[in-house]
């Protein structure tokens, strides 16, 4: 079985190493912080042998030339990001499939919070690394893209199977809970999970990765497609609409 090594880094990213003990080959998701990552694999005994990036921010991909020099790691990256990104060996975009040993990864468009921001799905291991695309109970802000991009990545998103454990790169649940809350007041799916963040978070516990299955049932920018949600937001049959709408929302909330 692959491991995946969760850590908190800079302000309230989190760090993952994906390990294949057979292979003992190391990928690093992203890289907002070389100095840690680099301090992690050492304690864990692993040798990084990989980074997969999700798009270009510095807090995703800004110590891609660090980690290389350290240790002569490939460099995989969005192609339609590549040019904002250091030290790139291998642009990918939707349909690729990158591998750690014998394990397959899929590479699935999910544009918006940047243009070229990518996830990795490992359908082995029922994983997906979805960088800033997905959060629990949230999604990232729409920096480059526009709503019909962004509605049609998170679709993509949500036919992945149910099971899929989503590892997402903030602790943002508990401020996306609040927004939820009050964009969907009357999931009762979402009032327990809501519930269940608070406790995680009075205890210092992380709320990622999260089980897609729930976020599906419960994170409204996943439901924009719901015809209550949509009547909600009075956008009665347009999902596009009513993703734009709750996505502007946020923003401001």
Known sequence: MLEVHQFPCLSDNYGYLLHDPVSQETVCIDTPDADEYLRQAGRKGW????IWNTHWHP???GGNAAIKAVTGCRVTAPAGDADK???VDRTVGQGDIVTIGDRQAFVIDVGGHTNGHIAYHLPGSCIAFVGDALFALGCGRMFEGNPEQFWASLKRLKALPGETMIYCAHEYTASNARFALHADPDNADLQAYAEEITRRCDK???????KLERELRTNPFLRADDPALQKRWEHSGDAVATFAALRSAKDSF
């Open 59 to 61: 807090d995703h991909a």
């Open 204 to 210: 210092g516990l992380p709320t990622v990765p999260t």
């Open 47 to 50: 040798q990084i042998t990989q």
């Open 85 to 87: 990104i250091e030290a």
